[in-house]
């Protein structure tokens, strides 16, 4: 199947410092990628979706100034965390869909914010 | 809205196989039922889907209802490796998948 990376799979930052994360798909090209968020013992949680050469559509309750997204090529997205704080500590999973209609998405190994 | 309803957790003997459930009772007639699986601190995997028709691939089988409302992964000769939670998912179009709470299947040697 079709592979996404996400970079890094860890970081630790202090708190108010921003993390950007980066989300790429190396085989195929993604016009629309998604970003969630998971809590320990937690399912996922769809925070945006990322459109190539648009602005990204947030869920409801995600602050679009905390979570800036980019999506700036056909194949790389990235998730800017700004100004965060520990309660921003958590896994935070990317997936992409090749664009046509009613087929799988393919998720990025996940990466682990810790904020200190 | 939850749109499917599956197991909290399963148990199953290493070698047999393991069945898990899902209620989609809601499902429209354009909506595909994904099957995913997130094994531990990793990202979610795609396992299988379909429409109404029943599926099989080198991981799993797929097997729908004919009224469309429910549908269960068979995985044929569970292994230690497939422990994770296992996310069922009706999805149509250009719909964003979200996910529910999932059923954490448990494969016990």
């Known amino acids: 199947g079709a592979v996404v990376s996400q970079h890094p799979s860890w970081v630790i930052c202090k708190s108010g410092t921003s993390v950007k994360i980066e989300c790429r798909s190396l085989?195929?090209?993604?016009?629309?990628m998604f970003w969630y968020r998971q809590f320990p013992k937690q399912s996922l949680m769809l925070m945006a979706t990322?459109?190539?050469?648009?602005?990204?559509?947030?869920e409801q309750g995600v602050e679009k100034d905390k979570f800036l997204i980019n999506h700036a090529s056909l194949t790389l997205s990235t998730l800017t965390v700004t100004s965060a704080h520990p309660e921003d500590s958590s896994f935070y999973i990317c997936?992409?869909?090749?664009?046509?209609?009613?087929?799988?998405?393919?998720f990025g190994q996940g990466t682990r914010l810790t904020v200190v | 809205d939850a749109k499917t309803t599956q197991p909290t957790s399963m148990d199953c003997a290493e070698g047999r196989a393991a069945n898990l459930p899902c209620n989609h009772s809601?499902?429209?007639?354009?909506?595909?039922v994904y099957w995913y699986r997130q094994i531990h601190s990793q990202g979610p995997q795609y396992i299988i889907h379909?429409?109404?028709n029943n599926e099989t691939n080198e991981m799993a089988s797929l097997i729908i209802t004919e009224d469309r409302k429910s549908s269960t992964l068979i995985l044929p000769h569970a292994t230690l490796r497939d422990t994770a939670v296992y996310y069922c998912?009706?999805?149509?179009?250009?719909?964003?998948?979200?996910f529910g709470t999932g059923t954490k299947l448990q494969v016990i040697p």
């Open positions: 990322s459109n190539e050469g648009s602005k990204a559509t947030y």
């Open positions: 809601t499902i429209s007639g354009n909506e595909y």
């Open positions: 379909g429409l109404k």
């Open positions: 998912i009706v999805s149509g179009g250009y719909q964003k998948v979200t």
């Open positions: 085989d195929f090209q993604a016009t629309t």
């Open positions: 997936s992409a869909e090749e664009g046509a209609m009613n087929t799988e998405a393919f």
